[in-house]
């Protein structure tokens, strides 16, 4: 049996980026269940396509209208992509039903995630992701996470921004990695403005560019020392393999949900590895089952950067999974039971439901 719920999670903090400022997890959820197994995915768009095209509501429709015909947990994930191709774009509803696969087959096999995936660290290193604030509350914010060990500190910033935020950082913290986060903020008339980031010494500047304009971000990149990192940009190993062609990437954002799976995950991987492009698992403030899911993958060996894997209680005071992540050291262990290793904590899940139903009987 196939389900779906849509859970409402309020945040511990609102997060402000430039497209917006979320006040609550809204994830959709999916469960298999077949005798004693359970398998889970989450997909990773929100209510309103602010960040790609696709949302909550689209990706219901795709698997409702289209994507269930060619279901079956008995697929690989592998087959369930080339079935899928046949439908145009939606990678994150693709995703979501290709990550299922990947719980449901480790879980048969008896082996956790990230050793099915391929060569696993058994560690993701880890930076944390702040949304827009003040900037004394984001210097208070920076200095709580450098304490807490972060490898990685990354900012959110926008049109507009006044230096002072990063100025300021600076100041206080010399030699810290830091990166900026544009979220598509930008357009190719900013360059001078973007260019004044290079006295920062960030180690990338994430998608600053509409995510359609790879080429604008390859202008940008002789323009600018900062290494340039696409997020929103790479929806697919098509994307990938074009943006680094066109000399336009330096370091990738991997959301598996984002690019069709996990799969394609590893394959956009194997590609920047060959073209000496770092990656890093990045996230979309998921809950603890897309959280785990993410956590398997920067395990592995081909991860070279921190990602945007943050512990549960950043996001959430109480999360929807009975087992939470801890960070030590700056570092996440995924979870050593088959498949992603978490289960749902039902009584609190059902609390925060919104909408559910059966897909597939
Ligand atoms: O651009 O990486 C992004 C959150 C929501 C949408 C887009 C992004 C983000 C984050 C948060 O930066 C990453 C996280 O901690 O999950
Ligand atoms: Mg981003």
Redesign the pocket.
């Known amino acids: 049996m196939l389900s779906y719920s849509k859970i409402s999670n309020p945040l511990v903090k609102p997060?402000k980026?430039s497209f917006g400022t979320?006040l609550t997890r809204d994830a959709i959820i999916l469960t298999y269940q077949e005798g004693e197994t359970r398998a889970f995915a989450e997909a990773v768009t929100e209510e309103a396509p602010l960040?790609g095209y696709e949302d909550n509501f689209t990706v219901i429709h795709m698997i409702n209208s289209h994507l269930k015909g060619i279901f079956s947990p008995e697929l690989e994930p592998y087959k369930f992509n080339e079935k899928a191709a046949a439908y145009r774009g939606h990678n994150m509803a693709k995703g979501v039903l290709e990550m299922l696969l990947w719980d449901i087959n480790s879980k048969r096999e008896g082996k956790p995630l990230h050793k099915f995936l391929g060569k696993s660290k058994g560690y993701a290193d880890v930076g944390?992701?702040i949304g827009m604030s003040t900037v004394e509350d984001e210097l208070k914010t920076i200095e709580q996470s450098v304490k807490l060990g972060y490898r990685r500190i990354?900012v959110?910033i926008e049109k507009g921004f006044n230096l002072a935020l990063l100025k300021a950082i600076r100041d206080r913290f010399e030699d810290i990695p830091i990166s900026a986060?544009a979220?598509q903020g930008f357009t190719r008339d900013d360059f001078r403005l973007l260019k004044k980031l290079d006295q920062f010494n960030l180690v990338y500047l994430?998608?600053p560019l509409p995510l359609e304009d790879i080429n604008g971000h390859a202008l940008l990149r002789k323009e600018i020392k900062t290494p340039i990192c696409l997020?929103?940009s790479i929806e697919s190993v098509e994307s990938a393999t074009n943006a680094i062609e066109r000399e336009a990437v330096d370091v990738i954002?991997i959301?598996p949900g984002r690019v069709g799976g996990l799969q394609n995950s590893l394959d956009i991987m194997e590609k920047a590895k060959e073209n000496d492009i770092k990656v890093w698992i990045?996230?979309?403030?998921?809950t603890g089952i897309g959280r785990s899911f993410n956590v398997s993958l920067a395990s592995n060996t081909m991860v070279n950067m921190p990602g945007?894997?943050?512990p549960n209680f950043?996001?959430f005071k109480k999360d929807i999974t009975n087992e939470t992540f801890e960070m030590r050291d700056g570092r996440i262990s995924p979870y050593k039971g088959p498949g992603i290793g978490v289960t749902l904590d039902y009584e609190f899940f059902n609390g925060i439901q919104v909408e559910g139903a059966r897909l597939i009987d």
């Open positions: 997060f980026t979320q960040y944390v992701s990354k959110k986060d979220n994430e998608q997020d929103e954002n959301k990045g996230g979309m403030l998921e945007d894997t943050s950043r996001y």
